[in-house]
């Protein structure tokens, strides 16, 4: 079963949510816990331990001058700028390359060929005997976030019970993390801001199709509304977590609830049986 | 000699725009025969990139002096592998204003590295 976790915005405390809920659940069963979150990846705070480190690359061409007669085709084609012909030469800015492939294509004298570029890499460790952490981090300034996403993915392939924590916002990577999930857990608060944001995740899940549920967090008991709109779209309120100084300030030094404080292992394991019920 | 002059609408008559890539016309003007050629910038919603296509755009229209406000790093790079000469234009007058600036050594270099 591959889980995701979601929120429309960051600072929910979606990560704190996936890093007790993956504590909890390797209690268990083995548990690969996903950082899909490659441009600040943050569950490995939860979870220090030696890792190990795989590069992410993605091919970016380059240009054969002995071949290339500066027609500018390949400048003009690429839409990320990423190819420039200015006078004779041909400007190259790797990091806005999608690696669509497409220069290569066009360029009519054969000039162009893919070398691969490290644009980040996949880190994965052991923290507990049970749990897998595998952190996609994308390199500073680069934009392929989905690659890395989905090289952490691959990694993870194949193992009985997945947990993807997705980034925050409902852009390209977000949708990447979620594609093939079978559940999607959206964390939200209970502010004005954080039921916008739930609304647009929630309509990022059921346009994909993934059963959902909502953990409201540092809830401070007026979540009215919130419980007004899972109500409407038949979205279960799987655990509300109320604010408090105690939680915030385990939660702010890296520490995990259902270690530290009292009664929050009970409930996020009544959480993950909830979540492993829907299990198709 | 061709200069491309970063305008908010066609012709010379027409402000000058701060931004380079984003800028909704570009105004060529031949300096040797007074005539010039306002084209619609095709990037002025395009995602990303802009900065190197647009300096491409220019090199393709033969263009070698730019005058603008200012350049980002990427149309930078790009305009000095040109062998581009680069000069800010602050003011708020007309794209004929910046050329005539430009004709009496007012204006300042920008730099490209
Ligand atoms: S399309 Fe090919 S030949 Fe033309 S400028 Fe690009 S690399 Fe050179
Ligand atoms: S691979 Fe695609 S994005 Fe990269 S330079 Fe070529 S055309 Fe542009």
Redesign the pocket.
């Known amino acids: 079963m591959k889980i995701a976790i979601a929120s429309g915005k960051g600072g929910t405390g979606k990560s704190t949510v996936a890093a007790n809920l993956a504590w909890t659940l390797a209690h268990s069963r083995d548990v690969v816990l996903v950082d899909c979150d490659v441009e600040e990846p943050n569950l490995h705070l939860f979870f220090p331990s030696e890792a190990t480190d795989v590069p992410v690359t993605a091919p970016v061409?380059e240009?054969?001058y002995a071949?290339?007669?500066?027609?500018?085709?390949?400048?003009k084609?690429c839409r990320f700028g990423a190819?420039a012909?200015v006078k004779d030469t041909?400007l190259t800015f790797p990091y806005l390359c999608h690696s669509c492939g497409g220069?290569a294509l066009?360029?009519?004298?054969?000039?162009?060929r893919e070398v691969p570029r490290a644009i980040g890499r996949v880190s994965c460790s052991r923290p507990l005997p049970r749990l897998v952490l595998i952190t996609g981090i994308l390199n500073e300034g680069e934009v392929l976030a989905p690659k890395v996403i989905k090289a952490a993915k691959m990694l993870a392939e194949g193992h009985p019970l997945i947990m993807y924590d997705a980034s925050p916002g409902i852009a390209c990577p977000v949708i990447e993390t979620l594609e093939g999930s079978d559940y999607c857990l959206l964390v939200t608060e209970s502010t004005p801001f954080g039921l916008h944001d739930l609304r647009l995740a929630a309509g990022v899940a059921e346009e994909l199709g993934i059963p959902a549920g909502v953990v409201i967090n540092r809830s401070d008991g007026q979540d009215e509304n919130t419980v007004e709109f899972c109500r409407e779209h038949n979205l279960p309120i799987l655990m509300t977590i109320p604010f408090s100084r105690e939680i915030a300030t385990v939660t702010s030094r890296g520490g995990l609830i259902v270690r530290d404080l009292p009664g929050w292992e009970e409930r996020f394991a009544e959480l993950s049986g909830e979540i492993l019920g829907v299990s198709p | 000699m061709i200069v491309c002059i970063t305008a908010r609408a066609p012709g010379t008559d027409a402000p000058v725009e701060q931004r380079f890539a984003r800028a909704p016309y570009f105004v060529f003007v031949d300096t040797e025969t007074g005539k010039s050629e306002s084209i619609e910038n095709p990037l002025i919603d395009a995602a990303g990139g802009v900065g190197p296509r647009a300096v491409q755009l220019l090199s393709d229209r033969g263009a070698t002096v730019a005058i603008t406000g200012h350049v980002g790093g990427n149309a930078a790079r790009a305009l000095a592998a040109g062998g581009f000469k680069v000069f800010a234009y602050q003011g708020s007058g007309s794209v004929a204003d910046a050329l005539a600036a430009y004709t009496a050594g007012n204006l300042q270099p920008i730099p490209l590295v």
């Open positions: 061409p240009i054969d071949r290339c007669n500066f027609c500018g085709e390949c400048g084609f190819l012909v041909v220069c066009v360029c009519p004298r054969g000039a162009i």
